[in-house]
T-cell receptor, first 114, second 113 residues
């Protein structure tokens, strides 16, 4: 068990560019969550997958954001036409199932939009 | 909607002092409650949890009791160490929210030797 990994750890991009982040969950975990954390705030839920199905999306997830989890393994989060307000830490978590199970968090990807 | 409010930091304590970090919640259903900890440069880790009223979660000397009557889940430790310096997040999750966690803003704890 190598834990949840995220790549890259840091990303600096210019406004208007597209960025993509990757999350590799713990291998046997069927649930995968994306959260966003801004400075001085707690993480805020963005979306989650049960296997390959995306089951819920937060209102924070504008149409510039898209997430996928092909084959129910790793997941990608893409942000198109980035804005300065997208600057944040993007966290991925995985779990064996519903609320009964612990969510294990990755180290996060820190995005800076200049 | 559901929400979590925790005391603002930063909190600075001397080693071996008693720690309390207050957390209250608002929820329409019957949530599970969690404390997560984030050490410098690391990801969030689950510290303890409680799934129903009057449950006490405990780990590494930290404790928190799920109080439905006061909608609270305060974190306590009798004697803090320098290694406890971190940011602590209170969170709730429920069947209604499909397990997505709702976090407080976090409380930064610094423990001085």
């Amino acid at each position: 068990d190598t834990g949840v990994s995220q790549d890259p750890r840091h990303k600096i991009t210019k406004r208007g560019q597209n960025v993509t982040f990757r999350c590799d969950p713990i291998s046997e975990h069927n649930r995968l969550y994306w959260y966003r954390q801004t400075l001085g705030q707690g993480p805020e839920f963005l979306t989650y997958f049960q296997n390959e199905a995306q089951l819920e999306k937060s209102r924070l997830l504008s149409d510039r954001f898209s997430a996928e989890r092909p084959k129910g393994s790793f997941s990608t989060l893409e942000i198109q036409r980035t804005e300065q307000g997208d600057s944040a830490m993007y966290l991925c978590a995985s779990s064996l199932g519903d609320i009964s199970y612990e969510q294990y968090f990755g180290p996060g990807t820190r995005l800076t939009v200049t | 909607g559901d929400s979590v409010t925790q005391m603002e930091g930063p909190v600075t304590l001397s080693e071996e002092a008693f720690l309390t970090i207050n957390c209250t919640y608002t929820a329409t259903g019957y949530p599970s409650l969690f404390w997560y900890v984030q050490y410098p440069g690391e990801g969030l880790q689950l510290l303890l949890k409680a799934t129903k009223a009057d449950d006490k979660g405990s780990n590494k000397g930290f404790e928190a009791t799920y109080r439905k009557e006061t909608t609270s889940f305060h974190l306590e430790k009798g004697s803090v160490q320098v290694s406890d310096s971190a940011v602590y997040f209170c969170a709730l999750g429920s069947w209604e929210s499909q397990g997505n966690l709702i976090f407080g803003k976090g409380t930064k704890l610094s423990v001085k030797p």
